[in-house]
């Protein structure tokens, strides 16, 4: 049976249709007599390995009173390990997935790989730019065949749950091709999550490009590099799943041309993180139509 390249793409589109609607309930939180939880600014970690978020609202010489999202506790100050603020350094993220959000890295940075191949890092300007960088580092190829990408960001204006930030990208597809994008980019907390949507557009670059990619020894792999549009789109989400402080998903949907459908690309996945690190695990359904393994490890200072 033979699956048309329209269908495999309304089954990936419908996929991800899904995946959002059932991450947006796992991430609405269920009410109890206590606080809001999001009023609550730290998670407390006890040295038994257990976590929760609290604030701390009174102390004794040897206990701590603690609000949590239900009742207030006292707690003895030897059970407690440390106290981590929710909006630590792993809430700075500048981008979902691969998709940059508004809202800036700084103070601060990141250094990430992606698919064991891609580095990538980037740093905060106070609380306006974020500048980024990245190259691959795939064995055996050349430096003339590798990927690079540099960034530059700058949020706007930031309000309460609203972030609107402008942006530009210029990337190396091998030494020999170029693609320069700027973009504009809007950043909402909704419940938990925080959605995205950007609006780019091509402003160099060739619709077709022979690329080579120059391996070991005089191995040499040759494809036509098509890309078609200047203005595209695209969307992405990420949030904690089922109240947790440690496990999220990200899902974004991109396309490269508002006019042809069928350049739409998306992926979604896992996120399990601390206040430091996080790993993503997912799988990306990309124009051919193809599915892959999406994964990224990220650290955070």
């Given at each position: 049976m033979r699956i048309s390249y329209t269908t495999a793409l309304q089954n990936g589109f419908a996929l991800f249709c899904l995946f959002i609607i059932t991450t947006f309930l796992a991430t609405v939180d269920v009410k109890g007599q206590?606080?809001?939880?999001?009023?609550?600014?730290?998670?407390?970690?006890?040295?038994?390995?257990?976590?929760?978020?609290?604030?701390?609202?009174?102390?004794?010489d040897s206990t701590l009173l603690i609000q949590t999202e239900f009742n207030r506790v006292a707690i003895a100050k030897d059970l407690i390990q440390e106290f981590i603020p929710v909006n630590g350094p792993y809430t700075r993220r500048p981008h979902h997935f691969l998709m940059p959000k508004a809202s800036p890295n700084g103070p601060g940075g990141f250094i990430s790989n992606y698919e064991l191949g891609f580095f990538y890092g980037g740093f905060g300007l106070d609380s306006i730019a974020t500048i980024t960088a990245g190259l691959s580092?795939?064995?055996?190829?050349?430096?003339?065949?590798q990927l690079y990408h540099i960034g530059a960001k700058f949020t706007v204006e930031r309000r309460e749950g609203v972030a609107l930030a402008l942006g530009a990208t210029y990337s190396f597809i091998t030494t020999r091709e170029s693609y320069a994008h700027l973009y504009a980019v809007s950043t909402t907390a909704l419940g938990n999550a925080h959605w995205s949507a950007m609006l780019f557009y091509r402003v160099s670059g060739d619709e077709f490009a022979p690329v080579e990619?120059?391996?070991?020894?005089?191995?040499?792999?040759?494809?036509?590099?098509?890309?078609?549009?200047?203005?595209?789109?695209?969307l992405g989400i990420d949030g904690p799943l089922f109240g947790r402080d440690d496990m999220g998903f990200f899902a974004e949907i991109w396309n490269s041309d508002v006019t042809r459908p069928q350049n739409t690309a998306s992926v979604l996945g896992i996120r399990v993180f601390n206040e430091r690190a996080s790993a993503d695990f997912g799988m990306a359904l990309i124009p051919l139509p193809f599915v892959a393994p999406a994964m990224s490890f990220t650290w955070n200072f």
């Open positions: 206590g606080v809001d939880r999001e009023s609550l600014k730290f998670i407390v970690v006890m040295k038994s390995g257990d976590s929760f978020r609290g604030n701390v609202v009174g102390t004794t580092t795939v064995p055996s190829f050349s430096l003339s065949s990619l120059q391996g070991p020894g005089n191995d040499t792999t040759r494809f036509n590099l098509r890309y078609e549009g200047a203005l595209g789109i695209a």
